[in-house]
């Protein structure tokens, strides 16, 4: 089922900078975090939620900032280039698309959001790794984060995640 909602372009221009990070590019003007909601019949950028590598150079933990921007009583979408390191000793940076619907939101918020998600995921081409949270428990600690981005993880973001016994289940 879709919901007749569009991607504006802002999203498409926005979503092709951070899958094409260009190595002479200026690293502090990277986007890092992106969240987008549903307005008028599109999926916009919301106001004030983009986050460049600049913006974030005073947080302590980018992925509590990440988690910090989900409301537990309004749906989004969000965009998040996540940097990570596995056993292999290889630093990775991957964009995870997430489409958070918590429990407090409105039962049609939520509706509307899941019927449009196909849309956003339509321009989003290639993304490797898309989670649904509904709920901080979901993924909301970064043990679980990380067995979801990858078989392996041992930093997010520069700090050390333990292995989750006997596999997490999604």
């Known amino acids: 089922?879709?919901?007749?909602?569009?991607?504006?372009?802002?999203?498409?221009?926005?979503?092709?900078?951070?899958?094409?990070?260009?190595?002479?590019?200026?690293?502090?003007?990277?986007?890092?975090l992106v969240v987008f909601e549903i307005n008028n019949g599109y999926i916009e950028v919301e106001k004030g939620?983009?986050?460049r590598e600049k913006d974030l150079e005073e947080v302590e933990d980018v992925f509590k900032f990440f988690l910090s921007l989900l409301d537990p009583h309004q749906c989004r979408y969000m965009l998040y280039d996540c940097h990570f390191e596995t056993k292999e000793s290889s630093r990775k940076e991957e964009l995870v698309f997430v489409m958070w619907a918590p429990e407090e939101a409105t039962i049609k918020?939520?509706?509307?959001?899941?019927?449009?998600?196909?849309?956003i995921r339509k321009v989003l081409t290639g993304i490797k790794h898309e989670l649904q949270m509904n709920d901080f428990a979901d993924y909301g600690d970064r043990d679980h984060f990380a067995e979801k981005v990858g078989k392996g993880v041992i930093k997010v973001e520069g700090h050390t995640v333990k292995p989750v016994l006997g596999g997490a289940k999604y």
């Open 1 to 32: 089922m879709t919901s007749g909602v569009q991607v504006s372009d802002k999203v498409k221009d926005i979503y092709n900078e951070m899958k094409v990070v260009k190595s002479d590019a200026d690293q502090s003007e990277r986007i890092r």
């Open 49 to 51: 939620k983009i986050f």
């Open 109 to 119: 918020e939520k509706m509307n959001y899941a019927s449009s998600k196909e849309s």
